[in-house]
């Protein structure tokens, strides 16, 4: 693999953690015991790679939002093998509307009120940013945040999907948020 070929993987590998929370919140329960999150994002990222040049935006949104389609038709495409179903256009966009609200959900984490082309840019990098740090959690903690924050499930639902009481829910949301400010906080690593 030649220069070019390793910064392009590095690049594109900037987006993985967002890939993998996006992933994981629209990865039915039933398809998550025969697959890995990471599996998909890993599709996503090759064809990323191999229609780059397919790309016709330019900026960090419009970018995110190609690979949300790639990855949106990505899981279309694994929930039809599993599924053995025909080809469904409505659960595909549907599942792409899905993609574009979760995205929305954790730019609203962010609570960021950046309207210049420089702010968008900066939400860009702190919305990878909230990403790998919530790929940094621990399991239970990253999994009611994402469903009650992205997914915008009340704490009942977080608690019976997860099989926890919920008190024990409403105390992984508390250390998982408090957590989260903490590694948000922390210096980039590689940054100087």
Known sequence: MDNAENANERTLGRYRDYLLVLARLHLG??????????????????????????????????????????LANTLAGVVREFETAARDLSRERSLEAALEQSSARLECLLAADQSSPSGGAVRGEELLSLARALSRLPDDQRLVVELHYLKVLPVADVAAHVGRTRPAVVGLLFRGLKKLRELLREPEEGAA
């Open 29 to 70: 329960a039933r398809l998550r015991t025969k697959l890995d999150a990471s599996d998909i994002v890993q599709q996503t990222i090759l064809q990323a790679h191999t229609h780059q040049a397919q790309f016709r935006g330019a900026t960090e949104a419009e970018w995110l939002g190609w690979l949300r389609v790639i």
